[in-house]
């Protein structure tokens, strides 16, 4: 599976738009690009997930451009509550076994 | 609620025990995976499961051990040939065969191991 590259760490103010960007330059045809976000002591949550060009929902937006080798995740009006670690993950979608790796995230902190 | 449960939250164990961190889902998910996180650090995979009776070993392995007799319980060991154990362990679940929509892992609440 193809490995992600993130930024280890970003800085926001509350109600800006952040943006995120997560390297996945072997991405394979198949695959998803899925988004989770971790608070501290606790278990990682789906954020967003896509294939290609933009997915929006309540929360956040995921846009993967045509080549598919990376993601960028916004986050649009942060507020203290965002401040969290994000993590991408290629994932094949699929229901054959496959070691889902993590990369080691990006941890974001939002200030007022 | 359908979920994943992990326990205990919080474990404490003296050198050379061995011991068993509990995962149980109700998802009815096929596939089940443990997480190692060290702090400041990301999700490192140390066992996944496919089907009942299989599962392979990932990046960090050595020192662990799982079993998987049933479809909804997914118990991780750490014994004591584990060098470093204190950490905190997710599992986590994955549909596979039986999902309606995006195959997303579904991650339960953790639990910290710290060794005396």
């Known amino acids: 599976l193809a490995k992600t590259t993130q930024p280890i760490s970003m800085d926001s103010y509350e109600g800006q738009e952040v943006n995120i960007t997560c390297s996945h330059n072997n991405i394979a045809t198949n695959d998803y690009i899925t988004w989770y976000q971790q608070f501290p002591s606790q278990g990682p949550r789906f954020i967003i997930q896509?294939?290609?060009t933009k997915v929006t929902n309540e929360v956040a937006s995921l846009f993967i451009p045509a080549d598919r080798k990376s993601s960028t995740l916004s986050l649009p009006r942060v507020s203290l509550s965002d401040t969290a670690v994000y993590y991408c993950?290629?994932?094949?979608?699929?229901?054959?076994?496959?070691?889902?790796?993590f990369g080691k995230g990006t941890s974001l902190l939002v200030t007022p | 609620d359908g979920g994943i449960t992990q326990s205990p939250k919080y474990l404490f164990r003296k050198e050379g025990q061995n011991v068993t961190l509990s995962c149980e889902q109700n998802l009815n998910h096929d596939a089940m995976y443990w997480y190692r996180q060290d702090p400041g650090q990301g999700l490192r995979l140390i066992y996944y499961s496919q089907i009942v009776n299989d599962f392979q070993k990932g990046d960090i392995a050595e020192g662990y051990s799982v079993s998987r007799e049933k479809k909804e319980s997914f118990p991780l060991t750490v014994t004591s040939a584990q060098k470093n154990p204190t950490a905190f362990y997710l599992c986590a679940s994955y549909p596979g065969t039986v999902s309606s929509g995006a195959n997303v892992l579904t991650f339960g609440a953790g639990s910290r191991l710290t060794v005396l």
């Open positions: 993950l290629v994932d094949p979608n699929s229901n054959s076994g496959y070691a889902l790796n």
């Open positions: 896509g294939y290609k």
